[in-house]
């Protein structure tokens, strides 16, 4: 069975500057993706980043981008340029490829973007 | 372009008591999926539906069922509700993109029973 592990159950940073969240996995998967979902206040659940393993390459997407360590089991997400309408939970999520593929998730972290 | 829909968003209900927790998608994917979510533990999927006729228990299933009544609805129904079943649910659907599935959420609906 998979387990996604986030360590840091709270972070704040302050506007504008840069913050990485962590994100540990277990798996024994050769072909998966990870993803970084956010849950501001408002509960809904909005898409960050994916990442699929086989691309050695990096994902970004603007201010956010990725440093996936497969060796290492490692995906930590770093946010430049904070804003305030960052502020939210972060969850980190595994997906084995093939089957249902369903999201496993890790218990999330908590972002506070100060002014 | 509405996306993934719950009803409703919000539901207090006496234990024993039994409700369905409706889901549509119109986006014409195959899989939709039933999560939980409770404080600290993340989202916890609770049963899938990879096609239309066809669903799969995930993780935590006991005390629910689900019916794929159609591609576009997929339902959870408590039967004899529990306090235990206090949480916040999710549906989500998927679709097969280039970059692998991609899961599209509902806002939630927030159950509390008493």
């Known amino acids: 069975a998979q387990t996604v592990t986030q360590s840091q159950p709270e972070m704040s940073v302050q506007e504008a500057e840069t913050v990485t969240l962590s994100c540990t996995y277990d798996?024994?998967?050769?072909?998966?993706?990870l993803f970084w979902y956010k849950q501001p206040p408002s509960r809904q659940m909005i898409l960050v980043i994916r990442?699929?393993?086989?691309?050695?390459q990096n994902a970004t997407e603007n201010r956010f981008s990725v440093n996936f360590q497969k060796a290492a089991k490692s995906f930590s997400l770093k946010i430049s340029d904070s804003q305030l309408g960052d502020t939210a939970m972060y969850f980190c999520?595994?997906?084995?490829?093939?089957?249902?593929?369903?999201?496993?998730f890790g218990k999330g972290m908590k972002l506070t973007v100060n002014p | 372009n509405a996306g993934v829909t719950q009803t409703p968003k919000f539901q207090v209900l006496k234990t024993g008591q039994s409700m369905t927790l409706q889901c549509a998608q119109d986006?014409?994917?195959?899989?939709m999926y039933w999560y939980r979510q409770d404080p600290g533990m993340g989202l916890r999927l609770i049963y899938y539906s990879a096609s239309e006729g066809t669903t799969d228990k995930g993780e935590v299933p006991n005390g629910y069922n689900v019916s794929r009544l159609n591609k576009r609805e997929f339902s959870l129904r408590l039967e004899s509700a529990a306090p235990s079943q206090t949480s916040v649910y999710f549906c989500?659907?998927?679709?097969?993109?280039?970059?692998?599935?991609?899961?599209?959420f509902g806002a939630g609906t927030r159950l509390s029973v008493l």
């Open positions: 989500a659907s998927s679709t097969k993109s280039t970059s692998g599935r991609i899961q599209y």
């Open positions: 999520a595994f997906m084995k490829q093939g089957g249902s593929e369903k999201l496993v």
């Open positions: 798996t024994s998967e050769s072909n998966y993706y």
């Open positions: 990442q699929e393993a086989y691309k050695q």
């Open positions: 986006m014409n994917h195959n899989s």
